[in-house]
């Protein structure tokens, strides 16, 4: 496994499966290597967005004028162009299509370029692999379903997630989940000094108005460990979604969706000061969020509730338990962090060790 190996699984499908037309066999004789034929001009591409992917197929919207009811949008199955082999195609992309666009059944267009990505968010398999895997592009906020029981909400993966959020440049928001079965104040505290909008939402009664103001007009990616309620979530933002919801089987795998990677969902908002609609971008449930790919910078910009002491700090301080006079240290000692701030400390510190 290298860098290179996207998450999505591509590397199932036989390159023949989608053999690249333009393709074709090199004159010179000393190469067996095909060579491609000069690429039809990309301002012949039409652009869509990838909403699914699925062993190397990709679910591609064209919108008209970004209006659902325009007949001309349509959905496509594409492949990617055998010279984008190597590179993450993920959904949220905006991607150059060409071939087949009509969208017609049984039709497949073909990807030839990427448009330039506003961000990307990313993670490892866990702290100690650098090996990054693209997972959203273009979300301009993430919301973080958390339960506040059922499963227990743990603050070391609120704080993977904020730091994955901040440092893709992404804006984070809380949903605390099932707040019908414990009361979360005692762990939103944690999150008190961030500036982070806070949805507290049970079943039945989820905050929707509020959160569809936040989503319109804006691309938000949905994470959460599995079983918090985040399908539940979102079948109420987007009742035509129908993702899977309920107990899932850890052997078998029943009850999840067969595709394991994320899918993007038009959520309505009608008579919302942002617009009419948001995206919503559904991620599988994961157990863990590895920052492997992150810098110590990075993850010192998902603290920024503790910038101001931080910028106290020696020149060069690592901030960890053992750095010579650490500002950090000496908030705690004299009382200017509380125990909320000590806590989160505690949360800096694991994350950088
Ligand atoms: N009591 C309570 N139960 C909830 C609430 N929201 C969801 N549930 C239940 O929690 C269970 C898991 O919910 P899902 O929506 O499937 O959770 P998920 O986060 O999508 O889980 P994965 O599909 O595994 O990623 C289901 O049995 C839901 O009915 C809530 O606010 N309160
Ligand atoms: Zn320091």
Same mark, same amino acid.
């Given at each position: 496994?290298?860098?290179?190996?996207?998450?999505?699984?591509?590397?199932?499908?036989?390159?023949?499966?989608?053999?690249?037309? $333009?393709?074709?066999?090199?004159?010179?004789?000393?190469?067996?290597?095909?060579?491609?034929?000069?690429?039809?001009?990309?301002?012949?591409?039409?652009?869509?967005?990838?909403?699914?992917?699925?062993?190397? /197929?990709?679910?591609?919207?064209?919108?008209?004028?970004?209006?659902?009811?325009?007949?001309?949008?349509?959905?496509?199955?594409?492949?990617?162009?055998?010279?984008?082999?190597?590179?993450? !195609?993920?959904?949220?992309?905006?991607?150059?299509?060409?071939?087949?666009?009509?969208?017609?059944?049984?039709?497949?267009?073909?990807?030839?370029?990427?448009?330039?990505?506003?961000?990307?968010?990313?993670?490892?398999?866990?702290?100690?692999?650098?090996?990054?895997?693209?997972?959203?592009?273009?979300?301009?906020?993430?919301? !973080?379903?958390?339960?506040?029981?059922?499963?227990?909400?743990?603050?070391?993966?609120?704080?993977?997630?904020?730091?994955?959020?901040?440092?893709?440049? !992404?804006?984070?928001?809380?949903?605390? $989940?099932?707040?019908?079965?414990?009361?979360?104040?005692?762990?939103?505290?944690?999150?008190?000094?961030?500036?982070?909008?806070?949805?507290?939402?049970?079943?039945?009664?989820?905050?929707?108005?509020? !959160? /569809?103001?936040?989503?319109?007009?804006?691309?938000?990616?949905?994470?959460?460990?599995?079983?918090?309620?985040?399908?539940?979530?979102?079948?109420?933002?987007?009742?035509?979604?129908?993702?899977?919801?309920?107990?899932?089987?850890?052997?078998?795998?029943?009850?999840?969706? $067969?595709?394991?990677?994320?899918?993007?969902?038009?959520?309505?908002?009608?008579?919302?000061?942002?617009?009419?609609?948001?995206?919503?971008?559904?991620?599988?449930?994961?157990?863990?969020?590895?920052?492997?790919?992150?810098?110590?910078?990075?993850?010192?910009?998902?603290?920024?509730?503790?910038?101001?002491?931080?910028?106290?700090?020696?020149?060069?301080?690592?901030?960890?338990?053992?750095?010579?006079?650490?500002?950090?240290?000496?908030?705690?000692?004299?009382?200017?962090?509380?125990?909320?701030?000590?806590?989160?400390?505690?949360?800096?510190?694991?994350?950088?060790?």
């Amino acid at each position: 496994m290298s860098w290179l190996t996207p998450d999505d699984e591509d590397e199932d499908v036989p390159y023949g499966e989608y053999a690249d037309h $333009t393709v074709r066999a090199r004159p010179n004789p000393k190469s067996n290597r095909p060579r491609t034929k000069r690429r039809p001009e990309h301002a012949d591409a039409v652009i869509g967005m990838v909403t699914g992917v699925d062993r190397g /197929r990709y679910s591609v919207l064209v919108t008209a004028d970004a209006d659902p009811a325009d007949p001309r949008e349509r959905s496509l199955t594409a492949a990617r162009a055998r010279e984008l082999r190597r590179t993450s !195609i993920v959904t949220g992309d905006r991607v150059q299509l060409v071939g087949d666009t009509s969208g017609a059944e049984g039709s497949l267009a073909r990807i030839i370029g990427l448009e330039e990505r506003r961000t990307l968010l990313r993670r490892s398999a866990d702290d100690s692999d650098r090996v990054e895997r693209v997972m959203v592009a273009n979300a301009d906020q993430m919301l !973080i379903v958390v339960a506040a029981a059922n499963p227990e909400p743990r603050v070391r993966l609120v704080d993977r997630y904020l730091v994955a959020a901040y440092d893709a440049g !992404i804006r984070p928001l809380i949903c605390i $989940t099932k707040v019908d079965l414990a009361d979360p104040e005692a762990f939103l505290e944690h999150f008190a000094a961030l500036e982070v909008e806070v949805f507290r939402s049970a079943q039945g009664a989820e905050p929707l108005a509020a !959160i /569809r103001e936040t989503l319109a007009g804006q691309t938000t990616v949905f994470v959460g460990h599995s079983g918090v309620g985040k399908s539940t979530l979102i079948n109420a933002l987007v009742p035509d979604a129908d993702r899977a919801t309920g107990h899932v089987n850890e052997v078998t795998g029943r009850g999840r969706h $067969t595709s394991s990677s994320s899918v993007a969902l038009r959520a309505e908002t009608p008579g919302c000061a942002g617009g009419s609609s948001g995206w919503v971008i559904d991620t599988p449930g994961v157990r863990s969020f590895g920052l492997g790919h992150v810098t110590s910078e990075g993850i010192l910009r998902g603290f920024t509730d503790l910038a101001v002491l931080i910028d106290a700090c020696p020149r060069g301080c690592s901030h960890e338990a053992d750095a010579p006079d650490c500002e950090l240290d000496a908030a705690i000692a004299d009382g200017r962090l509380d125990a909320a701030g000590t806590a989160r400390v505690e949360s800096l510190r694991r994350l950088l060790k």
